[in-house]
């Protein structure tokens, strides 16, 4: 079996007169934590964008489990085992836990409308199934005492948890996690590490994650890829990424030119 998981192929896309992304490549194996950063602008959101098909490459090529997948479409993509969250929140603030992650279900339904208007037979068997998978997850997640809340009501590290969760009830082969700690205090960002780790060590689920925060990057990812003007600069270990002269010299511009 071929160790790759995931291969992007030279993916390029522009906006006009604009290259956002030119001629990226990279492979996330099985079972491994891979990581997309760079500074602002780098193209890492137009690149993850580009895998989850929210946006058509210009150019260029994305395999998944050893089959060409670029252009299908986005909604297709949880059947065939890739599970997404996003940098802002997208959940049902007004159902509870439980009926956001039993949305997460809907890709494994099978039931048909006669089926499941009568909720006999095959369509009761399945809705105890999809429940049995939506509490074996709000258990791994450590949610039980907030499962039938409104998920407007709860804190935003929670919220994210529950969009996790959701992610996780698609039963993902992959998961893409976009900015997963993004606007969370130190303990709720310790929480998410841990839950990630747990993720590919539990459930052996890779990770794909475009991520800021330097901190959780370097203590968990087994790889690295840094992006920089929409251009590939530097792959490796945190270790190797650390040491990286291209790396770090892309890094202190960014940050001189914030300060400026």
């Known amino acids: 079996m071929n160790d790759d998981l995931l291969r992007v192929e030279t993916l390029s896309k522009r906006f006009g007169g604009v290259e956002a992304v030119a001629g990226v490549s990279f492979h996330v194996k099985r079972g491994e934590i891979y990581s997309l950063i760079g500074p602002n ?11 989850s098909s929210v946006v058509k490459p210009s150019s260029g090529t994305v395999h998944f489990d050893g089959h060409d997948i670029t252009g299908v ?53 399945e809705e ?31 919220q994210k948890r529950v969009e996790l969760g959701r992610a996780l009830a698609t039963q993902p082969k992959l998961l893409l996690l976009d900015e997963m700690v993004s606007g969370m205090n130190s303990e709720e960002t310790e929480d998410i590490a841990r839950f990630v780790l747990d993720i590919r060590d539990e459930l052996g689920i890779s990770v794909l994650m475009v991520e800021h925060d330097m901190g959780i990057v370097m203590d968990i990812s087994d790889r690295i890829c840094v992006l920089n003007f929409g251009r590939k600069i530097g792959e490796g270990t945190p270790a190797e990424i650390s040491a990286n002269p291209a790396v770090i010299d892309a890094y202190l511009g960014s940050k001189t030119k914030e300060a400026a």
């Open 128 to 158: 105890m199934e999809h429940r049995r998978k939506v509490e074996e997850i709000i258990d791994f997640l450590e949610i039980e005492e907030v499962r039938n809340m409104p998920v407007g009501t709860l804190s935003y590290g929670l």
């Open 73 to 125: 479409p986005a909604h297709r993509l949880a059947a065939i085992g890739i599970g997404r969250t996003f940098q802002n929140l997208a959940v049902f603030k007004h159902a509870s836990v439980v009926d956001n992650l039993l949305v997460g279900r809907h890709c494994h339904m099978a039931t048909n409308v006669l089926d499941a208007s009568w909720f006999f037979g095959r369509a009761r068997r």
């Open 41 to 51: 602008g780098a193209g890492k959101t137009t690149t993850f964008n580009m895998i």
